[in-house]
């Protein structure tokens, strides 16, 4: 199993920048992607950003490429999402998860953080 636990959400005004991590621990070298995952109110889940563990390519979703930063730390078993220029549409609980690369579902999830973009 891997536990997620993600961090660094909080409430910012439009035009602002916050920093969501995630921690991953257990059995991590079963981990092959990782990424983030959004939910607003009313609204699916959706997929923000995911990264490549081990060779760190990434992916985004349209409405944060130029925004959005995915990065890994392979040495702390960390993830993270440097989110820039933030909108209020990107209010939501932002998800951090975990694939074990046997398919194209993610295996693990943390529990969500909030973010919240005022304008």
């Known amino acids: 199993q891997v536990q997620l636990v993600e961090s660094g959400g909080g409430l910012v005004q439009a035009g602002g920048s916050l920093r969501l991590s995630c921690a991953a621990s257990?059995?991590?070298?079963?981990?092959?992607?990782m990424g983030w995952f959004r939910q607003a109110p009313g609204k699916e889940r959706e997929f923000v950003a995911a990264?490549?563990?081990?060779?760190?390519?990434?992916n985004y979703v349209d409405s944060v490429k130029g925004r959005f930063t995915i990065s890994r730390d392979f040495a702390k078993n960390a993830m993270y999402l440097q989110m820039n220029s933030l909108k209020p549409e990107d209010t939501a609980v932002y998800y951090c998860?975990?694939?074990?690369?046997?398919?194209?579902?993610?295996?693990?999830w943390g529990q969500g953080t909030q973010v919240t973009v005022s304008s």
């Open positions: 990264i490549n563990w081990q060779n760190s390519n990434t």
């Open positions: 998860a975990a694939s074990k690369g046997v398919n194209i579902n993610y295996d693990y």
């Open positions: 257990g059995r991590t070298f079963s981990i092959r992607i």
